[in-house]
């Protein structure tokens, strides 16, 4: 069994057109369809599914650019959890060869389609084999975590950095770690720059030491704007001017909020900056997660006949998560942004994301403020 934290970016050398982990398109290569036109490779989307601007269309683009590569694409989207077995089912009687199941609620159902097809290879985006609950990790599973807590702090410390109040927000979708880690860093960040600083921040919306916090109601909590945006307003009233939703197309409701009230919005898992360019007059960067080019470069892998038997977290080190560009190309963003993200903020992020990744930094260090 392997079990390691490896270099996405050496992953990602696997597929030629990418020239790093943050590379968001692949070109047909000489050699595509060498072959690949006889492997299918398959998503099974979590609730939210393809339209999201954010967590499955970051793994719809590694599919994407699998199909221009030459592979053979099919996938399936979940509308509730009870179609999670049901719509991996779907793509295993499908003949796909490799079956990517995006989010961590569907847990249960890959480690049963994994362990009852072992000629299928598996990856589980945003989770890991758990040994203790579920045996040895297979031969034809690769679990594909992120270390998003290290971007989410660099967010973190450059939104108590631009904003005047010295109070930010944050909340989630569900009590997940693929969402609770954003959320740590956010605090992290907070408390870094506190630290650092001397200013007193408070953050509004979670408590990494008691794991609790806001978070959407549990029949939609992925799609529901009128949550995002009734919360993004409380936080403001709480003098909150800064704001980092974890819930997927719920956060559209934040972005909206806060844009109408010339405030500040931190997006998740894409650069939201480009999925909802309407919205980047608030959208200071996003939080990322190199989600589509790993899933272009675990088909790729799977295809040269690596199946898996390992779990892989991306971390900043690696290049597996990351922040987003500042879009100073964006009008909207420059009028917003551009006198307040300054040479020496960058150079400060630029210094705590160094100090995470030689480990001198740590983000659990920072749960609390000093």
Known sequence: MKSRIISFLSLCILVSAIAACGGSTASPSASAGAGKADYKACIAFDVGGIGDKSFNDSAYEGLKNAEKEGFTVAYSEAKGATDYAKNIQLLVDQDCKTIVVVGFSQGEAVVAATKANPTIAFAWVDS??????????????????????????????????????????????????????????????????????????TVLGWDPVAKKGTFAPSDNPWGNKEFGKTTAQQFMSQKADVVHPVAGQTGEGTYEAMLAAKKFSVGVDSDQCVTLPQYCGTLMNSAEKKIGAVVLATIEKNFGGDMGGENLTGTLANGGVGLSAWHTEDAAWNATFGALITDALKAEIDALAAGIKDGSIKVSDYFTSK
């Open 128 to 201: 890991t084999w758990d040994e203790t609950a579920n045996g040895p990790i297979p031969a034809n599973f690769t679990g594909l975590d992120f270390q998003i807590d290290e971007a989410s702090m660099l967010a973190g410390y450059a939104a108590a950095a631009i904003s005047t109040s010295k109070v930010l927000g944050v909340y989630g979708g569900q009590p997940f770690a693929g969402v609770t880690r954003f959320m740590d860093g956010w605090v992290a960040g907070a408390n870094y720059y506190a630290a650092k600083t001397g200013t007193k921040v």
